[in-house]
């Protein structure tokens, strides 16, 4: 459901985490952003970014709200872009320890891999040729705040950035994962590729 000035309605859910960056983001990006909170919502928008926080607490809220099913049905038909916790949730398996998930990408995910808070970091990775052909050339800032690691990829899932030897943005399909903050920089590539996909 395109808006009526023509731009893509990209809901971002906001239970948890800082929303509001991705909301300026997708804008910066050039599309519309709209909060997502309850399973009607979902249907007015084309995409929707699940923004970081903590998983377990997110996971509680969508039980709570009665979103897991109507959020694994929006997941199976339409595009979704999952930072930190969103690519937690959005992993078929999840490490240390195991939780629930939606289970859209082909992957493994480890919860706080790089440590906690203090060891949180901004680096500045190479992207995939692939990236910069469709989303523009350069480096990526990514910040990393208790950032999972994406362990393991299977066959369909397309890795677009590494930083130390592990996929921090991968694709799968209409989907997309960031294990960093893309929201917390003035580049808004990452969520310009989002925005190409629906």
Do not use: W
């Amino acid at each position: 459901m395109p808006a009526k000035n023509g731009k893509k309605r990209v809901g971002v859910l906001a239970l948890q985490g800082d929303f509001d960056a991705h909301a300026k983001a997708i804008q910066q990006a050039g599309g519309e952003a709209v909060e997502v909170r309850t399973a009607e919502e979902l249907g007015h928008i084309d995409g929707l970014v699940i923004p970081g926080g903590e998983s377990t607490s997110m996971l509680k809220l969508l039980n709570m709200m009665e979103l897991i099913e109507p959020l694994s049905e929006f997941v199976r038909n339409k595009p979704v872009f999952g930072t930190c916790a969103g690519a937690i949730l959005l992993a078929t398996e999840v490490l240390n320890p195991s939780q629930q998930s939606l289970g859209a990408m082909d992957m493994t995910v480890e919860r706080n891999a790089y440590g906690r808070q203090i060891d949180s970091r901004v680096a500045n990775i190479s992207a995939s040729a692939d990236f910069q052909a469709r989303a523009g050339e350069g480096d990526v800032e990514a910040v990393f705040i208790r950032a999972p690691i994406i362990r393991r990829t299977g066959p369909a899932v397309k890795v677009l950035a590494e930083y130390h030897g592990d996929p921090v943005l991968v694709e799968q399909g209409k989907h997309l994962v960031a294990t960093f903050h893309p929201e917390l920089t003035h580049d808004a590539r990452v969520h310009k590729l989002f925005l190409s996909k629906i």
